[in-house]
């Protein structure tokens, strides 16, 4: 099992920035990669970013590449998602993942252990 514990989320105005962080703990040798995702109200649960536990390959959802970066801390179990230019439609519930299947994936139900979700709220 892997446990993950988001922080950093809050109310910022437009423009503004955010950086959140995911704690993560347990079997995270088995961790190949960590992504976010979002779920605003009455949408379904979208990706956001993902990166490689080992190498640090990352892609990103379009609406927010340029945007935001996700970044991992191997020795820390970490993960993080620096949020700059924040728009109104980002919006949501952010969620930290993990997937411990050996395949990259930016589907939601590929990957097996959830965070409890931190709310971002941009305001225009």
């Known amino acids: 099992q892997v446990q993950l514990v988001e922080s950093g989320g809050g109310l910022v105005p437009a423009g503004g920035s955010l950086r959140l962080s995911c704690a993560a703990s347990g079997r995270t040798f088995s961790v190949y990669a960590m992504g976010w995702f979002r779920q605003a109200p009455g949408k379904e649960r979208e990706f956001v970013a993902a990166?490689?536990?080992?190498?640090?390959?990352?892609q990103y959802a379009d609406s927010v590449k340029g945007r935001f970066t996700i970044s991992r801390d191997t020795a820390k179990n970490a993960a993080s998602l620096q949020m700059n230019s924040l728009k109104p439609e980002d919006t949501a519930v952010y969620y930290c993942?993990?997937?411990?299947?050996?395949?990259?994936?930016?589907?939601?139900?590929?990957?097996?252990?959830w965070g409890q979700g931190t709310q971002v709220t941009v305001s225009s």
């Open positions: 990166i490689r536990w080992n190498g640090g390959y990352r």
């Open positions: 993942a993990a997937d411990r299947r050996l395949e990259w994936s930016t589907a939601p139900n590929e990957y097996d252990y």
